[in-house]
């Protein structure tokens, strides 16, 4: 068959009927030149139609020349609307969606400017067929992508991937993108958030074995910063999120209105991003992955919390970065190897709440923590009672090794009364991050809690310090461990008397100094 004028397909004036033009399999239609088959009405619902193809060839009448393709309007039917192992080739467009979702299966979709164009109202299912040499295979919206293209074969294409045109994905449901035989590029900021609803959840879930590719300059946002009315969740079991090209993206950004017992990044690849997850008043879950050839692995604000277990950081300036007051047992199990920095980065925060309310607790993971600044261990409590059950609590795992800035120190407790801190550390490592810079110590203030049960430094290291131990006005028990190569080793003030008991001082300025002029030191 030879169309050498355009074709519409349209019920005339009767919005309860629609025209069918159904073709039978074995059959070729060549259209001349500019020449379109059009499926329904643009803009009234009184001229539906339907398209039924299976085993058909749509053609160019002149290849050279090619023609318009098959245009799926408004108000074709999509329940009805179906392309089968057919072969639609040499169009301007092969298949373009106006508001339309017909079914295109098992076809192969080859020559043409546009294999499947689907606009903002379009949401065709796209499974099992065959791209080849067009210029653009498939352009899509992101919000249309709700498990409708898997199962496809790409090759010899210009731009052998998925399309995706901005969209918010901000509806109460989950949009599902399916793994299929090209990558996902985004080209424009990707934000997941529902629209003004506090009470509902915008979710997307990338299946396992996607790539989803980002141009440079872009962000994957999830949640709204400031809105409680804009939810959003991410969901990424065996996903690959990676750059376009050399020039890198901006990364993935969990915002404060991520809903953090949703998000969830597993066993999936993050590289090649200025901040590959970005972590802002939010605390999703990322376990299980490989996250590579960033700036910043992962940065989590002062508001952030990530739990991050069994990873990988390789090749990244800066793994992980995190405040220390939100490290809460969050992180272990990680690798860490060929980073510029092989260590998590932690900026001061104070520790002030309530240890039983807030569990500070730094678990031995795969490299040191290495502190920039001075922070305190002190509960923010001024209740004139001067109870010690008010206090804040920062337990270290053993084996873990802390490392500190020069002149940079831990304290332990704050005057005035009622802010009280402790210090729980088993073979623990506290050190210089550069050990021909001291740093400043380890200093027990008046509100550190003398009970050894509570407050201890036991079968640890305190190595390369200006004090290794400070005590003002404070007792704490200090045993089995090696106090090396400071200036003071233990420095205590006329108003403490710490306990110290079987430990090694070695290679300090001075090990011992007690300015209590009535100790009972045995």
Known sequence: YVAAQSISVQRYNNAQQFTTLEIESGTTVMFASAKYLYIGSSNNSSYRGVLSATGVTFTALDTSAGWSGIWYQNYSDDGSSLIDSCIIEYADDGIYCASASPTITNSTIRSNTDGIYADSGSQPTITGNTFTGNERPVFIYADRIRSNIYGNTYSGNTKDYIEVQNATLDENLTYVWSMDGAPYLISSDLEVRRDNNSSQLSTLKIDSGATVMFKNGIDLYIGHENNSNYRGALIANGVTFTAFDSTGWNGIRFRNYADDGSCLIDSSIIEGADDGIYCESSSPTITNSRIQNNVDGVYADEGSSPILTGNTFSNNERPVTYYAH???????????????????????????????????????????????????????????????????????????????????????????????????????????????????????????????????????????????????????????????????????????QPVLIGNTFSNNSFGIKINKSDNDYS
């Open 326 to 496: 939100r490290i809460r047992t969050t992180n272990s199990e990680n690798v860490f190897t060929s980073n510029t920095k092989d260590y998590i980065e932690v900026i001061a925060g104070d520790l002030t709440e309530h240890y039983g309310s807030v569990d500070y607790h730094w678990q031995d993971d795969g490299a040191p923590y290495v502190v920039t600044g001075t922070f305190r261990v002190w509960r923010n409590d001024q209740d004139g009672d001067n109870s010690q059950d008010r206090r804040s609590v920062l337990r270290i795992d053993s084996g873990t090794e802390i490392q500190f800035y020069p002149d940079q120190y831990l304290y332990i407790g704050h005057d005035p009364n009622s802010r009280f801190g402790a210090l729980q550390a088993d073979s623990v490592t506290f050190t210089a991050f550069d050990t021909s810079d001291a740093w400043g110590g380890l200093w027990y203030d008046n509100q550190a809690i003398d009970d050894s049960t509570i407050n201890y430094l036991k079968n640890s290291t305190v190595a390369y310090a200006n004090y290794g131990i400070y005590c003002e006005s404070a007792s704490p028990t200090i045993t089995n461990s090696r106090i090396q190569n400071n200036v003071d080793g233990v420095y205590a003030d006329g108003g403490s």
